[in-house]
């Protein structure tokens, strides 16, 4: 899977699975710009970084044209940036609730929006992937916004797939499982203490209680269907949602 030539944005890419996609595009030769409220701890060969906020319209669409410009284009967008948060529905705040979907849903559709019109008027096509989660076919308690959001994305993504069509743009969603990032990390002692019960018991009967092997997914795992879904060829796969979760999700 080779991605010569091709220009790349990975938002969400100083941590965790963005890191690893960016790393793994770069490798694969793509240019790759890191689009991330925080600067990447290390830098790598092929790639720039661009401090932006998704949720604000403004930073992303000077971002995205800043990013054009020092690529050369833009042929695929990994919407990946994301946030956690745990409360029951009950017990969320309306505040906790819109950040959430802000960061998700409105920065999935600000930056798709964006790299979609550079799409259209370099007439090269492209791919889009909006980084989803299990959690877009699934619920689980204490995790309400999160699952509305991550749901709010499988249509997303659906509609980007009929509408970029006819310009050769396609759009899918990777729907991981539980992958050992930050975002997990912050996750585990907050849900032992909503649940009353151990960490270790938060890892092995909640999280990976229903994989095929009890394993975490890994980042390099996710990284490498982001770059089959950059570099597929055609319009075969195009509005799909590709769960790489070790069994946690079938079907
Ligand atoms: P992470 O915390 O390691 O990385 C998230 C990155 O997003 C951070 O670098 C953070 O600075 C950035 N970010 C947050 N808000 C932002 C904003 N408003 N603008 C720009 N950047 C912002 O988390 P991760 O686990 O690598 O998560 C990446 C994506 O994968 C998220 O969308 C998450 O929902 C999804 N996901 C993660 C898992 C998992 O188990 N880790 C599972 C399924 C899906």
């Known amino acids: 899977m080779t991605l ?85 529905i009950a017990e ?22 964006a790299c979609l019109r550079h799409m259209i008027r370099q007439k090269r096509g492209g791919s889009i992937i909006l980084m989803g989660s299990v959690h877009s076919l699934e619920a689980s308690v204490q995790k309400g916004p999160y699952v509305a959001a991550k749901h709010g994305l499988a249509g997303l993504c659906r509609v980007v797939a009929k509408e970029g069509a006819p310009h050769g743009i396609r759009s899918n969603l990777i729907c991981p499982g539980f992958v050992r990032t930050p975002l997990i990390e912050r996750q585990i002692p907050q849900l032992a203490k909503e649940m009353n019960i151990s960490e270790e018991s938060v890892v092995k009967d909640v999280m990976l209680r229903t994989t095929v092997d009890g394993e975490f997914t890994t980042v390099n795992e996710v990284a490498q269907v982001a770059l089959f879904l950059a570099a597929f060829p055609t319009k075969a796969l195009t509005g799909q949602s590709i769960v790489v979760s070790h069994g946690w999700h079938m079907g």
């Open 4 to 88: 010569n030539g091709k220009s790349a944005i990975v938002t969400g890419a100083a941590s965790g699975i963005g890191a690893e996609i960016a790393r793994v595009f770069a490798e694969a030769g793509a240019k790759v710009c890191i689009a991330d409220l925080n600067e990447p701890r290390t830098g790598t060969k092929n790639t720039i970084s661009l401090r932006m906020d998704v949720t604000d319209e403004g930073q992303v669409e000077r971002g995205v044209d800043e990013a054009v410009r020092q690529l050369g284009g833009v042929d695929i967008l990994v919407s990946n940036a994301g946030v956690q948060h745990i409360d029951s």
């Open 92 to 113: 969320v705040s309306f505040a906790n609730w819109k950040r959430v979907l802000g960061i998700h849903l409105d920065g999935g559709f600000l930056t798709t929006r």
